[in-house]
Structure formats: structure tokens, C-alpha cells
């Protein structure tokens, strides 16, 4: 099913750059070579990232005793295959919202990692009630080997009139490198220091294209995975993914849903 729709996106995108004569992206080769590049990646970081969908990661580091740190990030409504998920050590949830924190799944997921630590914004903190700990702007706490560390802090704007809640955005790092990764959740926060691996988003009704490529360029990881696309129909998902991969330097690659990918 997931090659499948691979080739189902790689497909469409041709087809809406078949159908743009005139238009930048028509005499440019088929979103599938972009998107998942055949190029030699420079560094190994000793990561593996597996997309739940949505903005669903589940990221293993490698420690050096061997033992691994795995954390899940934002298991959403719009998430599915965490569920069977154990040996957690840490859940980090960006914002209230469903599609990053189901509250009708989160207490089986918790139940079944009772040693994971649970992280979330101040405001999901107090929703969810012990032992969810809230992470302010500024707080560094370590998982295993990690260190994290909060960021940001507000959701992006939906629209004027309706209020801001609290975003927590995560930065992820260890001893050789401070960020190896970053979860903005639903924020364009740019932390101003070199991001490894950014899960960037590709879609959400607080932001355009142009935006999503603006903070690609911003951040301007080394490398990058959609999250955030579960809003789009996935034989669409083709106009993000070939923006965000035609219009920035970073080495941006589309994750298989459920299969782990070396980082
Ligand atoms: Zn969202």
C-alpha cells in the first residue's frame, strides 16, 4: 500500500506538470526523483524515522551503550500504526489538537509505555493532567541520551479571530550535535542554529505553499521530511512535496508511512 501510493503521487505530479504548459515546473522531471532523491547522503546521524502519518514521527536514536531512545511525536486522529507501539521513552505532543494528540487513543498508548516519559505544551499539559509534564519556551530536559529542548511556543494563526494556543515546538540533540531533529508542530519557528533533519510542514489551513517553502528556506536543514499532509488527498500531495523539493537546497524526502528510514 505505501509503494502503491508512492506511485500514486509520483503519477499525479507529472500529470499536473503535463497539464501547466508555461508554468516553471512543466519541462521539470517527475516529482518521484525529487522527492525520494537517489543520492549518496553525506552524513549518517544514527536516526531512524518512521511517519505515522500526519504529523506522526516515531524517531529512534542510537545510544552508545546500544540501547536505543525512541520518541514519538504527536500521535494525532489523523495517525494511524502507532497504536501497538512499546518501550517508548518519551511521548512529545506540540498542541491540543486532535490531529496531534487523540485523546480517545492516547491512554492505551500510555498504558502500554509505562516508562515513557510524557511531554506536551502547558495548556495540553493541563488538559491531559498527571503525569503529562508541561514544557515551557526555553526548558531542556534529557531523554536518555538526548537532550530536548522546547521552542517557539505559539500555534500559527489561523485567523485573526480566533485565538493563539500554546505550540511547543522540540528540538532534539545529543552529544556531537545540539539538533539532529526538529518537531515544529503547527509553527513556523525558526531556531537559528543548524537543524539536522526537520519534519517540515507541507500543508494546514494556517499556511500557504509559499509559506511552507519560505520556512524550508528558513530553517534551511540539512534535511527535511513532510509531516502535516494528512489535510491534503494524497494523490494532491504531489503539488507540496514537488515545491518544497524544486524550490530548496535541502535534501528533502518523503517518508514511507510505517517503515523506518536511516537517518
Ligand atoms: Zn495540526
Same mark, same amino acid.
Given at each position: 500500500?505505501?509503494?502503491?501510493?508512492?506511485?500514486?503521487?509520483?503519477?499525479?505530479?507529472?500529470?499536473?506538470?503535463?497539464?501547466?504548459?508555461?508554468?516553471?515546473?512543466?519541462?521539470?522531471?517527475?516529482?518521484?526523483?525529487?522527492?525520494?532523491?537517489?543520492?549518496?547522503?553525506?552524513?549518517?546521524?544514527?536516526?531512524?524515522?518512521?511517519?505515522?502519518?500526519?504529523?506522526?514521527?516515531?524517531?529512534?536514536?542510537?545510544?552508545?551503550?546500544?540501547?536505543?531512545?525512541?520518541?514519538?511525536?504527536?500521535?494525532?486522529?489523523?495517525?494511524?500504526?502507532?497504536?501497538?507501539?512499546?518501550?517508548?521513552?518519551?511521548?512529545?505532543?506540540?498542541?491540543?489538537?486532535?490531529?496531534?494528540?487523540?485523546?480517545?487513543?492516547?491512554?492505551?498508548?500510555?498504558?502500554?509505555?509505562?516508562?515513557?516519559?510524557?511531554?506536551?505544551?502547558?495548556?495540553?499539559?493541563?488538559?491531559?493532567?498527571?503525569?503529562?509534564?508541561?514544557?515551557?519556551?526555553?526548558?531542556?530536559?534529557?531523554?536518555?541520551?538526548?537532550?530536548?529542548?522546547?521552542?517557539?511556543?505559539?500555534?500559527?494563526?489561523?485567523?485573526?479571530?480566533?485565538?493563539?494556543?500554546?505550540?511547543?515546538?522540540?528540538?532534539?540533540?545529543? &552529544?556531537?550535535?545540539?539538533? *539532529? #531533529?526538529?518537531?515544529?508542530? !503547527?509553527?513556523? $519557528?525558526?531556531?537559528? @542554529? %543548524?537543524?539536522?533533519?526537520?519534519?517540515?510542514?507541507?500543508?494546514?489551513?494556517?499556511?500557504?505553499?509559499?509559506?511552507?517553502?519560505?520556512?524550508?528556506?528558513?530553517?534551511?536543514?540539512?534535511?527535511?521530511?513532510?509531516?502535516?499532509?494528512?489535510?491534503?488527498?494524497?494523490?494532491?500531495? &504531489?503539488?507540496?512535496?514537488? *515545491? #518544497?523539493?524544486?524550490?530548496? !537546497?535541502?535534501? $528533502?524526502?518523503?517518508? @514511507? %508511512?510505517?517503515?523506518?528510514?536511516?537517518?
Amino acid at each position: 500500500m505505501a509503494v502503491g501510493s508512492t506511485h500514486a503521487e509520483s503519477g499525479m505530479a507529472s500529470q499536473i506538470g503535463g497539464h501547466c504548459p508555461g508554468t516553471a515546473n512543466a519541462d521539470q522531471p517527475a516529482l518521484g526523483a525529487m522527492a525520494n532523491p537517489q543520492v549518496a547522503r553525506s552524513h549518517n546521524i544514527g536516526m531512524e524515522l518512521t511517519h505515522f502519518g500526519h504529523s506522526c514521527l516515531l524517531a529512534q536514536f542510537k545510544g552508545d551503550s546500544g540501547a536505543d531512545a525512541t520518541v514519538l511525536f504527536d500521535p494525532g486522529n489523523f495517525s494511524h500504526g502507532f497504536e501497538g507501539i512499546t518501550g517508548l521513552s518519551a511521548i512529545l505532543i506540540t498542541h491540543q489538537h486532535p490531529d496531534h494528540a487523540d485523546t480517545a487513543r492516547l491512554p492505551a498508548l500510555v498504558d502500554a509505555n509505562p516508562q515513557a516519559v510524557l511531554y506536551a505544551d502547558p495548556q495540553t499539559a493541563a488538559q491531559l493532567g498527571e503525569p503529562w509534564r508541561a514544557v515551557h519556551v526555553g526548558d531542556a530536559f534529557s531523554i536518555d541520551h538526548l537532550t530536548v529542548r522546547g521552542v517557539g511556543g505559539r500555534h500559527a494563526v489561523i485567523h485573526p479571530e480566533i485565538p493563539v494556543i500554546d505550540n511547543i515546538s522540540y528540538l532534539i540533540g545529543d &552529544g556531537s550535535h545540539a539538533a *539532529r #531533529l526538529m518537531h515544529p508542530g !503547527d509553527a513556523l $519557528f525558526t531556531p537559528g @542554529e %543548524p537543524v539536522d533533519v526537520l519534519a517540515t510542514p507541507a500543508a494546514a489551513p494556517w499556511m500557504k505553499i509559499s509559506e511552507a517553502v519560505d520556512y524550508l528556506r528558513a530553517v534551511a536543514p540539512t534535511r527535511a521530511v513532510p509531516i502535516h499532509q494528512a489535510i491534503i488527498e494524497p494523490n494532491a500531495r &504531489g503539488i507540496y512535496y514537488g *515545491r #518544497l523539493s524544486e524550490m530548496t !537546497d535541502t535534501d $528533502f524526502q518523503v517518508l @514511507e %508511512p510505517e517503515n523506518g528510514t536511516e537517518f
